[in-house]
């Protein structure tokens, strides 16, 4: 049996409230050995819910983007059954005082996502999915829909940062989509998604933790996804996979044939 969505829920949204939010635009950040950013806020809530987790079920690995890579490898490598948590993706966004991050939490059982939980605390947003039974945004049905667009007529989601130099250059150069944007919250930008908050997306290489949640959502509202080569995103490994996503299926597969249209070149 499952864990009880509606505990986990709880854990995650008291955890954010009480120790992300309260500390938002209040605290300095100190820099990661990989260059990301760390705050206050990430220790205190990867460490409180890591605790209500290990209470409520113990038989159930641990893993957190707060955890050195070692011990995330032998922890994929040995558990059947493991937490994935980014206990604040947006880290970013977070101390530069930007409202757009987020906390994360899936399931993970025999490689696949089962669970998949995404707390917005700034708009009081929920998103969840359970495998095989659909997709919520504060209790009501997430369900993606055809956004009628045409992909010129598109909002393109995406950071150049992580793109090869010959993709970024024809995405300039030769853009497909109306205008483009950034949020610099991976696991809000997969729930959006979802949500129709834009209509296509690309990002060059996500970490497991910012993918494991946002992929079963959008999977479980009808969206649809692959990476850079054409295979499905999630795979349980430390090894970044890049994204390509859409909520409409027509746009997905134009955006999907821009992308991975290798024969086509941009002079600069």
């Not at 635009?25 to 987790?53: F, M, P, Q």
């Given at each position: ?138 209790n009501e049905p997430l369900k993606c829909n055809?956004s009628h667009f045409t992909l010129e007529q ?115």
């Amino acid at each position: 049996m499952l864990p009880d969505i509606q505990v986990l829920k709880k854990i995650i949204i008291d955890t954010a409230k009480e120790e992300v939010l309260p500390r938002f635009n209040k605290i300095c950040y100190e820099v990661k050995t990989d260059g990301s950013l760390v705050t206050e806020a990430d220790l205190s809530a990867d460490k409180r819910i890591r605790e209500a987790l290990a209470q409520a079920y113990p038989e159930i690995a641990f893993l957190s983007e707060e955890m050195k890579e070692e011990e995330q490898t032998e922890l994929l490598e040995s558990s059947s059954q493991i937490w994935c948590l980014d206990p604040l993706d947006g880290t970013s966004n977070f101390a530069a005082g930007i409202p757009l991050f987020a906390t994360s939490l899936a399931l993970i059982i025999n490689d696949e996502v089962e669970i998949g939980l995404s707390y917005d605390v700034v708009r009081d947003e929920m998103f969840t999915a359970i495998k095989g039974q659909g997709a919520w945004l504060n209790n009501e049905p997430l369900k993606c829909n055809n956004s009628h667009f045409t992909l010129e007529q598109s909002v393109a989601i995406f950071d150049f940062k992580y793109l090869k130099p010959e993709l970024a250059i024809r995405l300039i150069l030769d853009k497909p989509y109306r205008s483009q944007r950034n949020i610099g919250a991976s696991v809000l930008e997969w729930v959006w998604m979802a949500a129709g908050r834009g209509q296509v997306y690309l990002h060059g290489g996500m970490k497991l933790w910012d993918m494991a949640a946002g992929s079963l959502i959008l999977s479980e509202a009808g969206g649809y996804s692959c990476t850079l080569e054409g295979e499905a995103v999630f795979k349980a490994t430390m090894v970044p996979r890049s994204v390509i996503i859409s909520h409409d299926q027509k746009l997905f597969l134009q955006w999907k044939a821009y992308i991975l249209d290798d024969n086509k070149t941009t002079d600069v």
